[in-house]
Each structure stands twice: as structure tokens, then as C-alpha cells.
């Protein structure tokens, strides 16, 4: 109690906990920042390296991307990865909007709470086990389909991702709207078409972004359910780092993180918390008290 | 509004004489196939509702024993302070709860478990809810499209209610774009679209600034004058609810306290908190009065007067304070039981500590059982 007083008659104002005013913070942040981005930086830099080497810089050339543009196998995996991704992608978001509406539309329903963590598994289940489990389901059913077993794959892994930002979005924009449209006597199909959908927009592209970035990058799980026509880029990134790693496989891998990390950026921007969408949520008892 | 009609009811009887409402608009041909209303049939009954949240047995009661009755044309307020449950009451008429207990009665139709789709009954919510991605015109004609109205019926009808409001001129403009007071516009003119038989309002002048407040209240009675529409309006707000009302109830933690004219319930207040909460008054204890000690004393501070020949004290006490407000004075006076509000006419400034006797005409006390 005196030393408060004292304190304040020091003309010493005292100041709450600061946790970015530890010493050495910013040198730690610094460090974990050069870990992440230094080798991506590294392995961009040498895509456009003259040279075939992967550690030694000689000078700038495009070469390693012309290269990879006039590799049919390449651009073969790449069809691949991208007709999986968008069928996934479409999937994915349909059965995450139906499952999103469940829960946060459907009133409560006995073992929610354990539905949500089904939907969520793929999210904590070590890749390598569902892989597995997944190579293993479709064999003992004989399921042999080539891409489709790959859609049917993505699609299962990328629902807890659609469905995420999905989910928080109808969070967002609450029960008012739709309790204001069945006042103007609108039914529930009527009013999920012309109020619920058109909120739920930014919420289901936000979604279908990240699906589809899982998709593309998946490897593991493409890794053991693809077959031999059926390669996603990562599978073949991965087969033709074995036979000597060239900056082919940079270039590759510039490509593909520069158009994941533009998606990402989209599905960020788009879900960003904005106007008049989300201003006006919460139920309709809930804001009028 | 024929549409409307034919959605909304059931039964062949109240199918007759719903149409026979809603066709009364000016602008329609008028088969009146139905002879007058039933002039023992109120528009709206609420019976014996009570409401529970929750667990039935242990839950949260927000309503109990209510029973009000609303008429055709009339202005009602649902008056009481925050968490006394009119908004629960509200939303019950409009059919977003249902009562635990009790009957919801439109037109002598017991509505109580029917979803608001199905009831001739329009709410303006506290926060607009106006629909963000829809523009001004649009948020207006969705009900009426909701009801399968015919495209150029809802366009005349858009430009008449969006007149109605005077706001012709922001039909393409999104919710976003517009001020307070003109989202309350569009909000109104979009539960009065569908030409409902109710119009149900949430504390709609409460987001407002005092001015625009003031403005609004005329705008809402016009509004009901011109259209003929019942009204309920909730409000905490004790002069909004004496300024607007035809008939108000007066709620408190979930029961009604009194329901009657502004003046009934400013004059003849029924208990103790009703008389506090509406206006100013004084409350003495009876005993120092001589009066029986478990009756409260309620006069009004515009009642009381200083003693004089004429008008023996009946209190005497002490000036506290005496603040001239141009045409009266208030004083605060320290009586032996406490202190009274007195606002004199005229100026009458008296220095604190002068010892006053005061007096008012029996007609001004009103007994309330504590
Ligand atoms: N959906 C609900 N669930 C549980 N309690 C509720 C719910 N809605 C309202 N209540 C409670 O009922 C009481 C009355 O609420 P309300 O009708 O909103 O009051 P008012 O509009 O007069 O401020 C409050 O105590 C409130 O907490
Ligand atoms: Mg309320």
C-alpha cells in the first residue's frame, strides 16, 4: 500500500506486465522467424539458379522453369493434383456447409460435442495412421478407382478445414437474419437460399481455399493411395528427388508454394472478421437486452 | 395481401375473416364476405402465460401469470425496466418463443405453438437485423415475396411503404450505407410491407440520439394514425411509454403491475413500484402521517404545495435545496421520515435550512398497500 503510494508520488507511473519487454524476446523471435523462412528463401533462390547445382549459386537463368513446363510427366501430376484438389475441394465444402449448418443451426443434439470431435479427427490423428488405415480400407475392399480413391481421400481429410472457417462465419452473422426472415414469413429452404447462403459466402470460399491448398499439398496420404497413372505432384516431386535432387525440384517447389501461399492469403483476407455481415450477429435475444 | 391470408390460416372460418381484413386496403377491390368484428373478441389475448427457461421444474422464470389483452388500432407499451421480460412477452406474440404455460390468442385463434410464419404479425428487432447484402428496396419486398406476391403488386408496394417512411429516394442503397435513424426506416417500412394485423417493436428508438429519439416518436404514431395497425412497443423508457401509448402495461421481474391509459396509471397508481417508476413520486410512510402504518403514501412532487391558511401542513420539515427552473421551483425537503420532492409553481426561493410546512388536497395521496 505505501509503496503504491509512494510510487505514484515518485511521479513513477507503474506499468502493467508487458510480456514483449522481455529481454532477449525480439532476438528469439528473430531466430524462429530465420529457421522458418531461410531454407524457403534458400530453395527459391536457387530455382533460378544457371547452374545444376542446388548449393552453389552461378547466376540467374529461368531455365529450371522451362524445364519443368516441358516435363509431361510434371505436368501430367500436376492435371492430377489439381482435378483431385477441386474435386475434393467441392466435396469437401458441401458435406462441411451441411455439417457446419448442423451444428450451429441445428439446436443441440445428443452427443454434439463427440460429432464435432469425429469431424474434427483428421485434424490430430498422425497423418501416417490415416494414410494407412486409408491404403488399407480401400485395398480390403478391393476399391481400386485410380483418382477416385484419391477424391474420395482428400475429400475426407479436407472437411474439418472447409468446415472451419464455414462454421465461425455462421457464428458470426448469428441467428438474427434468419429469425428476421421467418417474421416476413419466409420457409426455412426459402430463407437458407436467400439470407443463410449469401451471408455464409465469404465463410464457404474461405473454406474451399484452405480445402483446396490441403489438397495440393498433401503428400503422405497421396503417397500411399496413388497408383501408377495416378501421381499428385508431390508424389512425383518426391520420386524424382530420389534420383538426385536439380533444380527442377526447386522450381517445382517455388511454384507450389507461391500459388498456396497466394490461396492462403485469399482465404485469409476473405475471412478477415469485416462490416456489416458479422455487425449485426448474435440472436436476436441475446443483442435486444 | 390475399396471398398473405390464405398462407396464414388454417381453418376455413378465420380463412373468411382474415380475408376480410386484409382486403380493406383502399387500393383493392372489397368483397366483405364477413359482417362486423366481434366486439367481444380482442385482437391479440395473452392468458395466464407464464414462461420458463430452461428446466421446467428449477429453471428461470421469466414470466408468470400474465394476462393482457390488446385491441385493434391501438398503441400498447410493454413498459418495465431491463430483465423484467418484455422482450420474452414480445417475442412470444411474434412466435420465436412459446409459452410454458398458457395461450397466445390473434383474432381468438390460439397461436401459442404455431412458428411466426404463420401469424399476420410483423416485428421491428432491436438491432434492425436488416438483411446486409441486400439493398433497401429488396430488405422491403422480402416478405412480401416470401407471401408469393405478384411482381408489380410488390413493386407498388415497395415505393408506397418506402414513401410511407420517406425514404423513396435510398431504394438501391445496401443497410451499410445508411444512418441509424434511416436503418429504423428501412426496418419499419419492412415489417410494415406485408400489412401486417400487429407491429411489433423491441425498444426501437433506444440505438437512437436523443433528437432523432424525439423525432421518431411522432414519426411511429403518424405511422400507426396513417396505417391503422396495432402497435405493441417495448420500452424502459417511462415518458416514451406516457407519450406514445394508447394503453400501456407496466412489467416488473416478470409480472404485470398494472395495465391502463397513460393518465389511469400516472394518477391511480396500483403499488408501490408503479408509482415509483412511473414519474416522480414521493412515497411516506403512513405512520407519519397518522395514517396505518402498513400503507405507503404516494403524492406526485407537482402536487405538493407550501402550507398556507388555507392548506394546513400536513409534513413539516426542512429545505434542503430550492432550484429555480424558470416557471416552477424544485425543492428537496427533510421530513422526520425522510425526504420529499416538492416542485412548486413559481419561484420560491427559500434558504436551505428554512423550516416549511407542506401540504397537497387529499385528491393528490393516493393509499398503496406497501
Ligand atoms: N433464451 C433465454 N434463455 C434463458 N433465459 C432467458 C432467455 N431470454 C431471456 N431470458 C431471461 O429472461 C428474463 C427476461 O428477459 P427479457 O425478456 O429479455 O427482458 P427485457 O426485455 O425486459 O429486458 C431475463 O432474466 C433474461 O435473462
Ligand atoms: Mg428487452
Known amino acids: 500500500m505505501s509503496a503504491a503510494v509512494q510510487g505514484r508520488a515518485g511521479g513513477r507511473r507503474i506499468r502493467p506486465f508487458d510480456w514483449r519487454h522481455n529481454p532477449g524476446f525480439g532476438f528469439f523471435t528473430a531466430l524462429i522467424m530465420l529457421f522458418l523462412y531461410v531454407p524457403l528463401v534458400v530453395l527459391v533462390v536457387f530455382s533460378f539458379n544457371a547452374n545444376h547445382f542446388v548449393t552453389v549459386w552461378t547466376g540467374f537463368s529461368l531455365h529450371w522453369f522451362v524445364r519443368v513446363a516441358h516435363n509431361g510427366d510434371i505436368r501430367h501430376a500436376a492435371y492430377i493434383s489439381v482435378i483431385v484438389g477441386v474435386m475434393a475441394t467441392i466435396c469437401s465444402t458441401m458435406i462441411a456447409i451441411a455439417a457446419a449448418l448442423g451444428f450451429e443451426r441445428g439446436g443441440s443434439f445428443r452427443g454434439e460435442t463427440s460429432a464435432m470431435g469425429l469431424v474434427m479427427m483428421p485434424l490430430v490423428v498422425p497423418?501416417?495412421?490415416?494414410?494407412?488405415?486409408?491404403?488399407?480400407?480401400?485395398?480390403?475392399?478391393?476399391?481400386?478407382?485410380?483418382?477416385?480413391?484419391?477424391?474420395?481421400?482428400?475429400?475426407?481429410?479436407?472437411?474439418?478445414?472447409?468446415?472451419?472457417?464455414?462454421?465461425?462465419?455462421?457464428?458470426?452473422?448469428?441467428?438474427?437474419?434468419?429469425?428476421?426472415?421467418?417474421?416476413?414469413?419466409?420457409?426455412?429452404?426459402?430463407?437458407?437460399?436467400?439470407i443463410t447462403l449469401p451471408l455464409m459466402v465469404p465463410g464457404i470460399m474461405a473454406g474451399s481455399i484452405l480445402a483446396f491448398v490441403t489438397s495440393l499439398d498433401d503428400f503422405l496420404i497421396s503417397f500411399m493411395v496413388s497408383s501408377a497413372?495416378?501421381?499428385?505432384?508431390?508424389?512425383?516431386?518426391?520420386?524424382?528427388?530420389?534420383?538426385?535432387?536439380?533444380?527442377?525440384?526447386?522450381?517445382?517447389?517455388?511454384?507450389?508454394?507461391?500459388?498456396?501461399?497466394?490461396?492462403?492469403?485469399?482465404?485469409f483476407l476473405i475471412s478477415r472478421p469485416n462490416e456489416a455481415g458479422a455487425a449485426a450477429g448474435g440472436t436476436v435475444a441475446a443483442t435486444t437486452n | 395481401m390475399l396471398h398473405m391470408a390464405a398462407l396464414k390460416t388454417s381453418t376455413d372460418g378465420d380463412r373468411a375473416r382474415m380475408a376480410s381484413v386484409a382486403l380493406s386496403d383502399a387500393d383493392r377491390p372489397v368483397t366483405r364476405m364477413v359482417p362486423q368484428p366481434d366486439p367481444l373478441r380482442h385482437l391479440i389475448e395473452v392468458v395466464q402465460v407464464e414462461k420458463i427457461f430452461g428446466d421446467p421444474t428449477n429453471g428461470h422464470k421469466a414470466l408468470e401469470a400474465i394476462n393482457v389483452s390488446i385491441e385493434e388500432k391501438e398503441f400498447f407499451t410493454l413498459l418495465g425496466p431491463s430483465g423484467c421480460g418484455k422482450t420474452t412477452l414480445l417475442r412470444m406474440i411474434a412466435g420465436f418463443e412459446h409459452p410454458t404455460t398458457g395461450e397466445i390468442r390473434l383474432q381468438?385463434?390460439?397461436v401459442a405453438s404455431l412458428p411466426p410464419r404463420t401469424r399476420p404479425v410483423n416485428m421491428v428487432f432491436q438491432n434492425y437485423a436488416l438483411f446486409p447484402h441486400l439493398t433497401v428496396a429488396q430488405n422491403v419486398a422480402f416478405g412480401l415475396e416470401m407471401l408469393n406476391w405478384k411482381k408489380p403488386d410488390i413493386a407498388a408496394r415497395v415505393n408506397e411503404t418506402l414513401a410511407l417512411v420517406k425514404l423513396d429516394t435510398f431504394r438501391q442503397r445496401k443497410p451499410a450505407q445508411l444512418s441509424g435513424g434511416q436503418q429504423q426506416r428501412v426496418a419499419l417500412a419492412r415489417a410494415l410491407a406485408p400489412r401486417p394485423q400487429v407491429l411489433l417493436l423491441d425498444e426501437p428508438l433506444s440505438a437512437l440520439d436523443l433528437k432523432l429519439r424525439r423525432e421518431m416518436q411522432f414519426e411511429l404514431k403518424r405511422l400507426q394514425r396513417e396505417t391503422g395497425i396495432t402497435f405493441v412497443l417495448v420500452t424502459?423508457?417511462?415518458?416514451?411509454?406516457?407519450?406514445?401509448?394508447?394503453?400501456?402495461?407496466?412489467?416488473?421481474?416478470?409480472?404485470?403491475?398494472?395495465?391502463?391509459?397513460?393518465?389511469?396509471?400516472?394518477?391511480?397508481?396500483?403499488?408501490?413500484?408503479?408509482?415509483?417508476?412511473?414519474?416522480?413520486?414521493?412515497?411516506i410512510p403512513g405512520a407519519a402521517l397518522g395514517r396505518n402504518a402498513s400503507v405507503v403514501i404516494a403524492v406526485r412532487p407537482e402536487r405538493v404545495a407550501l402550507a398556507s391558511p388555507d392548506m394546513p401542513a400536513r409534513l413539516r420539515g426542512v429545505v434542503d435545496s430550492a432550484t429555480f427552473l424558470g416557471s416552477d421551483t424544485l425543492m428537496e425537503v427533510t421530513v422526520p421520515s425522510g425526504r420529499v420532492r416538492a416542485r412548486i409553481r413559481g419561484a420560491a426561493r427559500l434558504a436551505p435550512g428554512t423550516e416549511v410546512g407542506l401540504a397537497w388536497p387529499a385528491d393528490a395521496e393516493r393509499e398503496l398497500a406497501d
Not at chain 1, 536439380?246 to 507450389?256: G, Y
Not at chain 2, 424502459?236 to 394508447?246: C, G, R, V
Not at chain 2, 407496466?250 to 393518465?263: A, S, Y
Request: glycine content about 8%; aromatic content about 10%; charged content about 15%.
Open chain 2, 108 to 110: 381468438g385463434r390460439d
Open chain 1, 127 to 194: 497423418e501416417i495412421v490415416t494414410a494407412i488405415t486409408t491404403l488399407i480400407f480401400f485395398s480390403s475392399i478391393g476399391f481400386h478407382y485410380g483418382v477416385l480413391n484419391l477424391v474420395i481421400a482428400h475429400t475426407v481429410f479436407c472437411i474439418p478445414f472447409a468446415m472451419l472457417p464455414i462454421q465461425a462465419r455462421l457464428r458470426a452473422i448469428g441467428t438474427g437474419y434468419e429469425d428476421a426472415a421467418r417474421d416476413l414469413y419466409g420457409d426455412e429452404w426459402r430463407i437458407f437460399l436467400r
Open chain 2, 236 to 283: 424502459h423508457d417511462q415518458e416514451e411509454a406516457l407519450a406514445m401509448s394508447d394503453r400501456l402495461a407496466v412489467m416488473n421481474t416478470g409480472r404485470i403491475q398494472q395495465i391502463g391509459t397513460p393518465e389511469e396509471i400516472y394518477d391511480n397508481p396500483a403499488n408501490r413500484f408503479v408509482a415509483d417508476f412511473i414519474g416522480e413520486a414521493n412515497l
Open chain 1, 229 to 267: 497413372g495416378s501421381t499428385t505432384l508431390p508424389v512425383y516431386v518426391y520420386g524424382m528427388m530420389r534420383l538426385g535432387v536439380t533444380p527442377e525440384v526447386n522450381a517445382i517447389s517455388a511454384i507450389l508454394l507461391v500459388i498456396s501461399a497466394a490461396l492462403a492469403l485469399v482465404a
